[in-house]
């Protein structure tokens, strides 16, 4: 078996499914999953509304309001098919064809008996309960298929609890929780949407599977090769060249890919032969495509399945998570391509051979300006051109729009027409050599305009115009996708004047239908996994599961943030061992983000939530190359031929740099763009570049020479000046004075309109009875006394002496959730402002700066003397 028939096997056994039964099951599945691509589409497009109307049949519109139902029952289906389980791989035996009916009928019983269930809320009848039970089974059943075993254990601990529970007297103490009957636990699980159908499912339902559609579409026509392409004609004769497309194509295959393996296995075929070929040992080449590969769901405008959950669980629109996230994904991989350069540098290697003239690192840099400089051009363009048009067709201006798009499409594959078509390279031959930049970006630039509809879509927003939902954008970007699928190949033909018109329809049509079967095979996994971590969500709302972990890691941290912040990370990297990010994300974010927000405001750091998905979120996807188990390390060493292990222990070295980010913007939000103006965004990202830059020449030992020790630990010193200023700046000036007691509410009542007065609240657990303390942030809007300043925002505060008592906050105001909800104000020791802090004048934080860059200046001039070669 060749090496890449088994990076192909394992992306089956881990994505897709590895099922090769015979011609009736096999086209049965791919039946399936062509069914299960149409209905996404139907349920996102106006169709159910349209077909309803001219029919009368209200079944047509009313199954979107059922879709995730329908939408799990596919997904069981299918994991039960394509994916064996005790070793049955050529055939589908009668126990799984059992497996495939309960499934899918305890999924559809949902929607067929909706009306009935829905008159009966919380009396579950004894069939609901039996199919709610055989739901369960089958869906953990399918869990293990695709998934392993570790996620049906961490569910299954869920359950138990759930269970059993209310047997502990511990438990009961913390969480108030009795425990649960048989039938109550299932019908919240299975027959509402607090459970197995909640939130993480309807995210799968309506966002997640639209863009994993895109994606495949995108790939199956030739999209990932024209990426890999011109990354190699753009990259590939620097030095160590094939490595540095490696990390630029991966970013660009998985920001539309949800699936590190997956990604590793598109790229690597063709790039890691390139590496080893310059000089790449097995296991570094290996390590560089897992490192670029895993990092593509960090990548903007389109990351991983993760990302769209964090909408729904921070509740923000997802082009905030876009904002947030685009300046860590940005740093992360520029450092990766440092890194990379590094390792060139000590290995003294050279790039490709490429016709025509080279390319040197200034013109790249010009030629990715002008790419970003001429798409905001084209954007402004498009939006003047429109409001232009807006008062003559108030409302219809996306039309003539549509026609621009049109003719800008027929164009580019005109020019397409011009040069040949781009054929999939074999790396392994004899003589490969980096194609020329021009005929390669314009022979596939159509490729861009889906991207450029869904980046539209997702973005622009002006006084006509509204941003659409990332549902709608992914939906209305697909559908682009479809029509390039369907239609450049013949468009070519014709242009050229070629007689393969019909069969180049044909080729189409068939990349078409692939991407459809490819898109719902990469869903499999996850439409499987957000029912089963759905579970652990419902659990915790059963239960009040999250205070239990959360009093256990509070103690074992000490209520040190930091050593919080290290177990959750810790925790996710386990985790995710053995579960794709999704599931990870979910069950860390659900159990750890309130902790951690928690200990941080009884610490007097206000951690803004998105912040603490952030790092969540990083750290899960960072598992993916976690040894010993990370599954893209091992695609990568069947490819290699190297070593899984070495190679998964390469690849986490290399990805440290992306774990010291979550860190960062847990203590510095300005990394992730929080209250940052366009102008300041532009000075962080420079200073947090050099920062990361300077990290990642510590972690390889190498600079502009041979990094000696002394020389790691100031450069090191200057990464910390850069990325924590303010930390220097607390120890040379007090960041707030301290006010309490009737001071306080003076203190209050003196600060100028919208200035934050941080506000430190003592009082007793609401469960334990324990006194704990909390900061919170008020920002007063008018003038007014103290007193008359806190009850504006909800808090009711009596002077008692020296002491001011806090009355409980009413529901609807500011801190009700925050405050009444944790802490009893009725109990013997009573709820009080202890402390008041309002932040000093002081010299700006970036004076800490220059020290920094002057430091590394020293090391830079120090390095120059024993400087060996170029260093470009």
Known sequence: MTETKTAEDMVAEADTGARQAGAFASTLIFALCIAWSLFQLYIASKLPGVLAQATGVSMFANIVAQARFVHLAFAIALATLAFPILGHRNRIPAYDWALVI??????????????????????????????????????????????????????????????????????????????????????????????????????????????????????????????????????????????????????????????????????????????????????????????????????????????????????????????????????????????????????????????????????????????FLGMAAITFIVVAFRAMLEPMMPGATVYPTLVLLAIAYLALVYMASKYPDLKVDDPNAKAVSAPRLTPTFLGGAYFALPIFVLVWNLMVRTEY????????????????????????????????????????????????????????????????????????????????????????????????????????????????????????????????????????????????????????????????????????????????????????????????RTALLPFMFIFNTDLLLIDVGPLKAVFVFFISLIAMLTFAAVTQGYFIAKTRKWEAVVMMVTVFMLFRPDFFLDQWQDKYTDYS???????????????????????????????????IVVTPEADGSGIERLAAVGLGVLEEGDMLLLEEPFPGTPFFESLANEYDFYGDAPAQIELVQIENDRMPKEIFFIPGLLLLLMIVGLQSRRMTQAPF
């Open 102 to 371: 309960l499934g899918v009928a305890s999924c559809l019983y949902l929607v067929v008996f909706r009306f009935q269930i829905a008159d009966r809320p919380g009396l579950w009848s004894t069939s609901d309960i039996v199919m709610s039970a055989i739901g369960m089974t089958v869906l953990m059943v399918a869990v293990y298929r695709s998934l392993g075993l570790p996620l049906v254990i961490i569910a299954s601990l869920f359950l138990a609890l759930a269970f059993f529970g209310g047997y502990s007297e511990w438990i009961g103490s913390i969480t108030n929780y009795g425990g649960s009957s048989f039938s109550k636990a299932m019908g919240h699980y299975w027959m509402q949407t607090e459970g197995v159908f909640g939130v993480a499912l309807g995210v799968s339902t309506s966002m997640i599977f639209l863009f994993v559609l895109f994606g495949a579409l995108l790939e199956k026509a030739g999209g990932g090769n024209w990426f890999i392409k011109v990354a190699i004609a753009l990259l590939g004769t620097l030095r160590g060249g094939p490595a540095k497309a490696a990390v630029l194509s991966s970013m660009m295959t998985g920001m539309i890919s949800g699936s590190s393996i997956a990604n590793t296995v598109t790229t690597g075929t063709f790039t890691i032969p390139l590496m080893k070929r310059i000089g790449f040992s097995p296991e570094k080449a290996g390590a560089v495509e897992v490192a670029s590969s895993t990092n593509g769901q960090l990548t903007p405008p389109v990351m991983g399945a993760a990302a769209f959950l964090m909408v729904e669980y921070v509740n923000i629109p997802y082009i905030e998570v876009v904002k947030h996230a685009f300046l860590p994904a940005v740093i992360s991989y520029i450092a990766l391509l440092y890194i990379v350069h590094l390792e060139s540098l000590k290995l003294k290697l050279e790039g490709l051979k490429k016709p025509g003239r080279h390319i040197g690192i200034l013109l790249i840099l010009i030629l990715f300006l002008t790419g």
């Open 465 to 656: 115009l509204d941003r659409l939902s990332p549902a709608l954008s992914a939906f209305w970007a697909t559908i682009a996708m479809i029509i390039v699928a369907l239609t450049h190949r013949p468009l070519k033909a014709m242009f050229r004047g070629e007689s393969e018109f019909a069969n180049q329809m044909k080729a189409g049509f068939v990349d078409f239908v692939a991407g459809l079967e490819s898109g719902a095979r990469n869903m499999i996994g996850i439409g499987v996994a957000t029912g089963a971590a759905g579970i652990i969500v419902g659990t915790i709302s059963l239960t009040g599961a999250h205070q239990i972990i959360g009093q256990v890691i509070e103690v074992i941290s000490g209520g040190n943030l930091i050593i919080l912040l290290v177990l959750v990370a810790i925790l996710s990297l386990i985790l995710g061992m053995g579960l794709p990010t999704t599931a990870n994300y979910i069950v860390v974010s659900s159990l750890m983000a309130p902790v951690i927000v928690s200990v941080g405001a009884q610490s007097g750091l206000i951690v803004p939530l998105i912040a603490v998905h952030m790092f969540v979120f990083y750290f899960g996807i960072l598992a993916d190359d976690t040894p010993p188990v990370g599954l893209a390390a091992y695609a990568a060493a069947a490819i290699s031929r190297g070593d899984p292990i070495k190679t998964g222990v390469q690849g986490f070295a290399y990805d440290i």
């Open 741 to 775: 007691g009737p001071a306080a509410i003076s203190a209050i009542g003196d600060i100028p309109v919208g200035t934050d007065a941080r506000i430190t609240v003592s009082a007793p657990d609401f469960d334990t009875g324990i006194v704990g303390t909390k900061t």
